[in-house]
């Protein structure tokens, strides 16, 4: 038993398949299961996480067929010619000790291509392209293309398949009245509608023989209206159960719906309910998911008896070695995912390969590697912000002897601003595990020294890496050294209270955090699950189909108004899958959004704005600036003077445009070339 994680660490036997512990890489798609000269890639990516004691991985989504293509060209298994490459992966799993099940994924009237289908021909609203509704023919293929692609997948020598039947997917288009007007025996009662996953189910099974794993994603909760409603859900549980699967994993989510599901300021575990439920009516193991991502969470879960497994999927991509370092007990060590889908989701949404903010070798695992240097050298890092760790860590890690200065009296730079806005709480994780990781690899730490270059010749450092951040710009509007106008900084490091009424100039990321901090009631670490689902109306009663309710947004805190001078849609350079949620956060508390602003003045009665023709005076408390920052180099002249080798990394470098993701990945990238 293990002393750290028992629950967790318990092996779970399958009947003819025993796993190692309760861990489940969920399936997340990385961009590398579409182009054969991936597989590789993928291999090593997976290989490296069995090597970390992941108990199952389920693969990113692969297509049975080319209608079911999540876009062109995207990853199928179709027939023999492919599995070669599928055994690229098999093999590094299987060489490792690992297990590992193949996700097939159709994606019904989610494919971005015009030649999708469903089970009616109703258009998505996240989709331009209208499927066409599938005959009772179409139908019938369908389910062979889900058999002959899980007998491949047998052969390519998988351990199993899961069978996507949630998020919106084909299998949940057939489910629900929303997707599904169909009058035939694959519509109208339920008992038709959940026919065709259990349909696919049952001839898997028939095909692929008892000793092959069979997980099936039960959408139960589909946060869309006319989703299932929860007998639905039971019903088609119970007879995926009967059809033959292995283990029931948790879907939570249409695509489509207007709730958020695993950003970051979802609570943790925030939907660990609703595979609880489950387990009070069905028999198989079942899989917890959705914002799990450390050991306690994933131990408490089981432990109160709420799911069998629990899965993970991006937090497996921010550290491969999360269930090695859990069951040693070194969870401090983990570098944990921060749910920012900056790096991930953002990066497959605009087809890139997917990668980790925190962990800028994730799916690069053959390209970025920290190999021991022969040649150590005396190395100066200046600025403990996320650039500036990043490198520090790795050069100390490859053996070189590392110093780094830091002007403030703790490491962190701008994510000590970040951690302080209300669901951005997970950014304090990061900090934790550099400062373990400083410890860990010998860094020699200086706080509280803002370095001067004179300083930093006088002793006999061989290289010098600049990573001194950034200063906040100052606009240049009449009355900005007026007493009410306030920097972002001293906003969120408590220097000054803002009053009830507050406008907010620069609509970036960080204009929207900002308004976030002024409106939230509760504060930091103030989002119970309760209150977040009244916040965005999810119903733990499941009194209507979909489990939505009524939002009951909390109340804000201040009047705050958001100015940008572009106009169009404040909040345009958010991230992909996150800026909605950023800007239905503040819609939902009033915030009002103001585009194409000019500013005029600033004095004793306010902020004098001008938007097209109109003048309009804001009678505000304070006027906060976050209107982008500028590089601080300063060191950067009188070092290199001198003949020695600067580096310039994360805002030092460059400010435009400049978030943590650019910062880490540069700052490791220069640490691995030196
Ligand atoms: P910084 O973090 O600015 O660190 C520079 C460090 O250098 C500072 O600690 C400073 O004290 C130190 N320093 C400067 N001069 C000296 C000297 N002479 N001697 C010693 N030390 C010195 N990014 C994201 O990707 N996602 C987000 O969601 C996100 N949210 C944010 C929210 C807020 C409120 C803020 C303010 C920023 C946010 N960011 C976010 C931006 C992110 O924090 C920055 O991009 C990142 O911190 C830049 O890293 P850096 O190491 O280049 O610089
Ligand atoms: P930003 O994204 O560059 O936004 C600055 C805003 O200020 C712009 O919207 C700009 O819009 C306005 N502006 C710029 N110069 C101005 C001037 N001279 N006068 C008046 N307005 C001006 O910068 P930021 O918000 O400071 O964010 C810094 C970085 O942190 C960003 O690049 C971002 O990536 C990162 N960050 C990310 C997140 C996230 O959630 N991913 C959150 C916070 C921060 P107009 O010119 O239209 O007015
Ligand atoms: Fe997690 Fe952000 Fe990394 Fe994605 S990019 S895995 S959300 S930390």
């Keep these: 038993m293990n002393n750290h994680y028992p629950h967790l660490f318990e092996p779970l036997d399958l009947g003819f398949v025993e796993l190692r512990n309760r861990v489940l890489m969920g399936s997340m798609h990385t961009g590398l299961e579409d182009r054969r000269k991936d597989f590789e890639k993928l291999a090593v990516y997976f290989a490296e996480r069995v090597r970390g004691e992941v108990g199952l991985i389920v693969t990113g989504g692969i297509a049975p067929n080319r209608v079911g293509w999540l876009a062109p060209f995207s990853g199928k298994l179709t027939n023999r010619s492919e599995l070669e490459r599928h055994r690229l992966v098999t093999d590094a799993v299987h060489d490792e000790g690992g297990r590992i099940c193949m996700q097939i994924l159709h994606a019904g009237r989610y494919a971005y291509h015009p030649f999708s289908v469903a089970p009616s021909a109703i258009k998505s609203p996240i989709n331009p392209f209208r499927p066409r509704a599938l005959g009772r023919h179409g139908v019938e293929r369908q389910i062979r293309a889900f058999v002959r692609c899980a007998v491949l997948a047998r052969e390519a020598g998988y351990d199993g398949v899961e069978i996507m039947g949630s998020e919106g997917y084909l299998i949940n288009q057939f489910l629900v009245p929303r997707t599904n007007t169909r009058t035939d025996e694959w519509g109208g009662s339920a008992e038709h509608r959940i026919r065709f996953p259990v349909e696919i189910v049952q001839r898997v099974r028939e095909a692929v023989g008892h000793d092959f794993i069979i997980i099936y994603r039960l959408s139960m909760l589909d946060l869309v209206e006319e989703g299932s409603s929860r007998e639905e859900v039971v019903q088609l549980g119970r007879a995926v159960e009967h059809a033959g699967a292995t283990l029931i994993n948790t879907g939570i989510g249409w695509h489509e719906a207007r709730v958020p599901t695993i950003q970051t300021s979802v609570p943790r575990a925030a939907f660990s309910w609703v595979t609880a439920r489950m387990k009070h009516e069905l028999r198989l193991p079942l899989i917890a998911t959705n914002r799990i991502n450390m050991p306690d969470v994933a131990e408490r879960i089981l432990a109160n008896g709420q799911a069998d497994m629990v899965s993970m999927a991006r937090p497996l991509l921010a550290d491969p070695d999360w269930a090695r370092k859990s069951r040693e007990g070194r969870s401090q060590e983990i570098n944990t995912c921060i749910a920012c889908n900056q790096a991930c989701l953002d990066h497959v949404f605009r087809n890139e390969r997917a990668s980790c903010l925190v962990n800028p070798r994730a799916c690069h695992e053959t390209e970025l590697n920290f190999v021991r240097t022969r040649k150590p050298r005396r190395i100066a890092v200046v600025g403990a912000g996320p650039a500036g760790m990043a490198c520090a860590t790795v050069l100390a890690e490859r053996g070189h002897e590392v110093s780094l200065f830091e002007a403030s009296d703790r490491i962190g730079g701008q994510f000590n601003l970040a951690r302080c806005i209300p669901g951005k709480e997970e950014f304090a994780e990061t900090l934790r595990y550099f400062e373990v990781q400083l410890k860990l690899t010998g860094v020699d730490i200086q706080l509280g020294q803002r370095v001067t270059a004179s300083e930093l010749l006088a002793e006999d450092f ?77 119903d733990p009663d499941f009194h209507r189909r979909g489990g939505l309710r009524q939002a009951r947004p909390m109340p804000a805190l201040r009047e705050v108004y958001l100015l940008q001078r572009k106009s169009g849609k404040p909040g345009a350079g958010l991230g992909k899958t996150t800026g909605w949620i950023h800007r239905t956060a503040l819609k939902n508390r009033r915030v009002e959004m103001l585009s194409g602003v000019s500013y005029e003045r600033i004095d004793d009665d306010g902020l004098h704005l001008r938007i097209g023709q109109q003048s309009r005076l804001l009678t505000v ?39 943590a993701k650019r910062a880490i990945d540069q700052g490791m990238r220069l640490a691995a070339s030196l």
């Design 462 to 538: 061989e290289v010098f890496v600049l990573a001194t951040g950034v200063t906040p710009r100052i606009p240049d509007i009449p009355g900005i050294d007026h007493p009410t106008v306030v920097s972002y900084v001293d906003v969120l490091e408590g220097g000054v209270e803002p009053g009830r009424r507050v406008a907010v100039i620069g609509a970036g990321g960080i204009g929207f955090d900002v308004c976030e901090f002024l409106t939230h009631a509760t504060g930091v670490n103030g989002a119970d699950v309760g209150s977040w689902q009244r916040e965005w109306g999810v």
């Design 621 to 659: 408390d304070h006027v906060v600036v976050c209107v982008g920052q500028e590089p601080l180099r300063e060191l950067q002249a009188p070092l290199a003077a001198q003949g020695r080798p600067v580096h310039l990394i994360g805002g030092a470098d460059l400010a435009a445009e400049l978030d």
